[in-house]
């Protein structure tokens, strides 16, 4: 107990220490467009170094829910371009979702599982009759913050492996509307500006399609 306490503290000091020194800016909108000629001229003399860094970056500020997601998606589009920039950015989001899953699972579950036995019954009923459909809804439709997912899903008995791809694909859609809005970064103005009348029609059809094989698996558990 006192290890995992341990451990949970060091990840705690990290996560406060970044929030509350310069590294910060980097992670906001006004940087990403000061620096915009810098950051692609780096990345053009620096490939493979670059994506790595960003996946690894992304990977921090999603496990240890730092502020800064929407920034490192539209950074992924400003410098990879919205194909492969959606491919790094989910994949940085789902490494960082699955700490957060982790951390969860084996250094809070005891304490959590404990205090919160009813509502993670309810969880665990939905997760049995739905299966990986409801953690792609969750995923797909926001209604809980991702971080707040990726603790209760530790607590469950989800394997591992289910939450990583069902996280993937889940947040595919989402990802894409801010990876692609970066893309267009000189277009835009403020984070204000990512979601054109187009791009919000879509993301909601998306979401309500996959949303149909759950609401049809319980109208047809009535019948």
Do not use: H
């Not at 707040?148 to 894409?176: D, E, H, Q, Y």
Request: glycine fraction near 8%; proline fraction near 4%; include cysteine.
């Amino acid at each position: 107990m006192i290890k995992k306490l341990i451990i949970l503290a060091i990840i705690v000091v990290i996560a406060v220490f970044i929030r509350n020194s310069p590294y910060s800016e980097y992670l906001t909108f006004s940087y990403l467009e000061e620096n915009s000629d810098a950051l692609l001229a780096y990345v053009s003399d620096n490939r493979y170094i670059s994506i790595i860094s960003y996946v690894f970056v992304y990977i921090v500020v999603a496990g240890l829910n730092l502020p800064g997601a929407a920034v490192m998606s539209l950074s992924g589009g400003f410098l990879f371009g919205a194909g492969f920039g959606t491919a790094f950015a989910v994949t940085g989001a789902t490494l960082g979702a699955c700490i957060g899953f982790l951390v969860s699972r084996y250094l809070l579950g005891d304490v959590l599982n404990t205090k919160y036995e009813k509502q993670l019954a309810k969880f665990n009923k939905e997760l049995a009759v739905n299966g990986y459909l409801y953690m792609l809804t969750l995923r797909l439709i926001p209604i809980f913050p991702f971080f707040v997912i990726n603790i209760v899903a530790g607590l469950t008995k989800l394997r591992l492996f289910t939450f990583f791809w069902t996280s993937f694909i889940g947040m595919l859609p989402g990802g894409f509307v801010y990876v692609y809005a970066g893309s267009r970064l000189s277009n835009i103005e403020s984070p204000k500006d990512i979601f054109s009348p187009g791009m919000i029609s879509a993301f909601i059809l998306f979401g309500l399609l996959m949303l149909v094989p759950v609401v049809y698996k319980k109208v047809k558990g009535r019948v």
